[in-house]
């Protein structure tokens, strides 16, 4: 059973925008912080944001902070992650995830879990 679906990706340009958005079951979404992931190519995966289960409190990875913001809606089962002024070095397989059983989210990046498929996100320079 899915549960996890992050949807929104695709091929920009530099310096434009995207808004990822990823739908949960209303299970994961109701309970859990929520993070967004990426893998570049030939790369490890790294974290990129996660947001705590009410929504007050967020972390960025240094590489993001100040273009990409994060946001849920847990009364429509949705995190968001819009992304500003995008760069090459964004390009990357997105990912969300679940940071079940904690409500709260985890500097450390580890501890996350019911990951989607992904979605692709390509900037052109």
């Known amino acids: 059973q899915v549960q996890v679906v992050e949807s929104g990706g695709g091929l920009v340009q530099e310096g434009r925008s995207l808004r990822l958005t990823c739908t949960a079951s209303?299970?994961?979404?109701?309970?859990?912080?929520m993070a967004w992931f990426r893998q570049p190519p030939g790369k490890e995966r790294e974290g990129v944001s996660c947001?705590?289960?009410?929504?007050?409190?967020?972390i960025y990875s240094d590489s993001v902070k100040g273009r990409f913001t994060i946001s849920r809606d847990n009364a429509n089962k949705a995190v968001y992650l819009q992304m500003n002024s995008l760069k090459p070095e964004d390009t990357a397989m997105y990912y969300c995830?679940?940071?079940?059983?904690?409500?709260?989210?985890?500097?450390?990046?580890?501890?996350?879990?019911?990951w989607g498929q992904g979605t692709q996100v390509t900037v052109s320079s």
């Open positions: 995830a679940a940071r079940a059983p904690f409500s709260d989210c985890s500097t450390s990046w580890r501890g996350y879990n019911n």
């Open positions: 947001i705590a289960l009410r929504g007050d409190s967020t």
């Open positions: 209303a299970f994961i979404v109701n309970n859990f912080a």
